[in-house]
């Protein structure tokens, strides 16, 4: 069965600092996306990024970079320089990779970020 | 502007009496969904779908219908809305085309159901 563990439910660290969010996956599957979304405190969701099993390049996307090791099924997400505005929940997901829209999510980690 | 929308954003309503939230989006995209959230329990997907009239379960589609006659709308049916239906539903849009993977979400519908 899969499933998505986000081990860090909540995580406080002082502006600027760098920050990193685990998440753990299983499935039998060898063939998968990961996906990794972010939910401010005004409640929208906002999708961040989408990789896929075969690609185990790291990503970077300005403040942001994504980790995929495959070795230890994480795909762990770093902020660069935090800022107040990166305060949120940030929710680690995994899909098949024939069943591309079926997605399954981890509980979330909260993230706070002070000034 | 690449925009999901969903009505209504807050409804009360009793157990029993059928109801629809209605999700629309404008980007073409062939991918749909909804998802629930409640608190310690984080999102699960109720629905999805692929395109026009392919539809399939999520993790959570019991005491849920939806429908997809069109891209552009996917709306969810509670058909007998019962108590632990009470959530907040969000609905999704999403391409996924290697380099330029994107979803958008809706606002999100708060559900009450007494």
């Known amino acids: 069965a899969q499933k998505v563990t986000q081990a860090q439910t909540e995580i406080s660290v002082v502006e600027k600092e760098d920050v990193t969010l685990d998440c753990v996956y299983e499935t039998r599957d060898t063939t998968y996306y990961l996906f990794w979304y972010k939910q401010p405190p005004s409640g929208e969701l906002v999708f961040l990024i989408r990789r896929n099993s075969f690609d185990e390049q790291n990503e970077i996307s300005g403040r942001y970079s994504w980790n995929f090791q495959k070795s230890t099924s994480s795909f762990n997400f770093t902020i660069t320089a935090s800022q107040v505005v990166d305060s949120a929940v940030y929710f680690c997901?995994?899909?098949?990779?024939?069943?591309?829209?079926?997605?399954?999510f981890g509980k979330g980690t909260r993230l706070h970020i002070l000034p | 502007e690449a925009q999901v929308t969903q009505n209504p954003r807050y409804l009360i309503t009793v157990t029993g009496k059928k109801l629809t939230v209605t999700c629309s989006q404008n980007m073409n995209h062939e991918y749909m969904s909804w998802y629930r959230q409640d608190p310690g329990l984080g999102l699960r997907q109720i629905y999805y779908?692929?395109?026009?009239?392919?539809?399939d379960k999520g993790d959570v589609p019991e005491g849920y219908k939806v429908s997809r006659k069109e891209k552009r709308n996917f709306p969810l049916i509670l058909e007998s809305p019962s108590p632990n239906q009470t959530s907040l539903y969000f609905c999704?849009?999403?391409?996924?085309?290697?380099?330029?993977?994107?979803?958008?979400f809706g606002p999100g519908t708060r559900l009450t159901v007494l």
């Open positions: 779908s692929m395109n026009v009239e392919v539809t």
């Open positions: 997901a995994l899909s098949e990779m024939n069943r591309d829209d079926k997605i399954i």
């Open positions: 999704a849009s999403s391409l996924w085309d290697r380099g330029t993977d994107t979803q958008y």
